[in-house]
């Protein structure tokens, strides 16, 4: 009895400790330049509305990083994305064009992008919009200089992911290991262009598939016929 008190005790102790609030942990950071964004992001975890995208991410993403460039013009980036999953390596590169403190994309999905707060000195917390067909859907990440973020760093995360209405976020697991950062590997897929090729008959079937939890049912069913290029 007194160890059940003892815990409640604690419990409630914990529960009043000084969380930041929703109204700190939204708020928006000012970007001082490009030059803030460039060099290599550890993608720690993620969270969208797409229906199914957790359990998407978890069952298919095996880890993420990202080499950022500056790109010709002085006001915007390049980003190549390194995604592990299902054993091999692909690839995205776009780039990314700022102004009104804000990130924006046209190529090879149409996004934008915004800086949150965070407490944590070598992170990076991105609130995205992106469009797929013609819907629109919010996502959060929490990218890192280092391989990993720490249990309070996450926790934080967490609790921004919440503050901003979007579901528990799926985090990715250093443990799963990287992709090689040799540029010229043979063995990462570019997947560029296939996702900007993608006509929009396709573009409006993945569109109807991952707005309802049927769809990404069949999403899942086709996921797991697909073989990765040998
Ligand atoms: C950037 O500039 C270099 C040198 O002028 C040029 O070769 C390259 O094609 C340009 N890249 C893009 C993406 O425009
Ligand atoms: C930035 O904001 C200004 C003023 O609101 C607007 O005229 C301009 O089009 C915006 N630029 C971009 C790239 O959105
Ligand atoms: C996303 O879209 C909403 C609704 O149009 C807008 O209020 C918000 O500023 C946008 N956020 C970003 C990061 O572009």
Request: net charge negative; hydrophobic share 40%.
């Given at each position: ?45 993620e969270?969208?509305?797409?229906p ?10 095996e880890?993420?990083w ?7 013009e ?49 992170c ?8 797929i ?7 959060v ?6 391989p ?16 901003l ?10 443990e ?29 079937l ?14 899942l ?8 290029p040998?």
């Amino acid at each position: 009895m007194f160890l059940l008190i003892l815990a409640a005790v604690l419990l409630a102790a914990g529960q009043s400790a000084p969380l930041a609030d929703c109204g700190t942990l939204t708020q928006q950071l000012q970007i001082q330049g490009r030059d803030q964004f460039l060099g290599r992001w550890t993608y720690a975890a993620e969270s969208t509305n797409i229906p199914g995208s957790k359990m998407l991410t978890k069952m298919f993403v095996e880890n993420v990083w990202g080499e950022v460039s500056p790109a010709n013009e002085s006001d915007s980036i390049s980003v190549r994305q390194l995604q592990k999953m299902f054993g091999s390596c692909y690839s995205v590169t776009s780039k990314m064009t700022l102004a009104n403190n804000t990130l924006t994309m046209a190529y090879p999905l149409v996004a934008s992008e915004v800086l949150l707060t965070t407490s944590c000195s070598d992170c990076m917390v991105l609130l995205s919009n992106y469009t797929i067909g013609e819907s629109t859907f919010s996502g959060v990440q929490l990218m890192t200089r280092r391989p990993k973020v720490l249990a309070a760093e996450m926790d934080e995360f967490k609790r921004q992911v919440d503050c901003l209405n979007l579901p528990p976020p799926a985090i990715l697991d250093s443990e799963k290991g990287f992709c090689p950062d040799d540029s010229k590997d043979t063995e990462t897929t570019d997947l560029t262009s296939m996702i900007a090729h993608s006509d929009s008959e396709y573009m409006k079937l993945f569109e109807k598939l991952v707005s309802s939890e049927a769809g990404i049912k069949t999403l899942l069913g086709l996921i797991s016929h697909f073989e990765p290029p040998a």
